[in-house]
């Protein structure tokens, strides 16, 4: 059911391909490497998800981007360029054709860049993935803070200072690579004019980029509103779905949205 196979510059990448080697007519779901998370993702949660998928018969890649787990940095080789070159890859020795692509974090950035210049990809999944703060997060955050005791007031109000000098710190952001969001949202609208099914979930780990779920559509605009877009706030989560319960709703969910995904005989409609 596993099978390793070698890709990139050289070949020197490597990923895991689970699920019966017969054609399929839903997309093969690649998975790469999470942050500084090895493939198989946090908690094991790539391992699980393509155990699941595979008893649909739908197969899964997952895989170390460069400079993560196993795989070496490489020049001129990012996240981008490593998930193309899994998809040539596959298609080469699999004959796929269609692809989804994303996961947690910065797999779900790689999966936005690699689905934005690549036909292929058909699908994509958004866990934590790009958000705009915007009206919403900010009315969220009032409230939020409104509800706090009293006592707590006191410290906020000695780090507002700070706060307007911009030293609040680093948030997620600064670590990501996201497009603007002028550039976001007309590329958002390409792919929903192109047919790519998406999942996205935020969870209640991503405190300083998403509070609200109606940031979403004030973000991304009205292509957010098209039955090809699936969106979920679960702030009851955290960032990486540590306990258990959380992990299986997730799974569940994922499971759910790949086997409900088009059939694209032929790799595309």
Request: proline share 7%; with cysteine; aromatic share 10%.
């Amino acid at each position: 059911m596993d099978k390793v196979i070698r890709f990139g510059p050289g070949q020197q990448l490597a990923g895991v391909l689970t699920g019966p080697p017969l054609p399929q007519a839903r997309p093969l779901l690649l998975l790469p490497s999470a942050g500084l998370q090895p493939r198989c993702g946090p908690f094991r949660l790539h391992v699980e998800l393509g155990e699941r998928l595979a008893q649909h018969g739908i197969r899964s890649f997952r895989f170390d981007l460069p400079g993560v787990g196993e795989a070496p940095r490489l020049n001129g080789c990012d996240g981008r360029a490593a998930t193309l070159a899994a998809i040539d890859r596959l298609q080469e020795l699999e004959g796929c054709a269609d692809f989804a692509v994303g996961g947690i974090c910065s797999a779900a950035d790689v999966g936005w860049q690699a689905a934005v210049v690549d036909a292929r990809v058909s699908a994509l999944l958004m866990l934590d993935g790009i958000a705009f703060t915007g009206p919403w997060f900010h009315y969220a955050r009032a409230i939020n803070r409104l509800r706090r005791l009293p006592r707590e007031w006191r410290g906020m109000l000695r780090r507002a200072p700070d706060r307007l000098r911009g030293s609040d710190g680093l948030g997620s952001a600064d670590f990501r690579e996201w497009p603007s969001h002028a550039d976001a949202r007309r590329e958002f609208a390409q792919l929903v004019a192109r047919d790519v099914q998406q999942l996205w979930i935020y969870s209640g780990g991503y405190t300083d980029r998403f509070l609200h779920p109606r940031q979403f559509n004030w973000a991304f605009g009205a292509p957010a509103r098209s039955p090809q877009v699936a969106m979920h706030y679960w702030p009851d989560c955290d960032h990486t779905y540590f306990a258990r319960a959380h992990r299986d709703r997730l799974l569940a969910a994922v499971e759910d949205w790949m086997t409900r995904l088009p059939t694209r005989l032929g790799g595309r409609p």
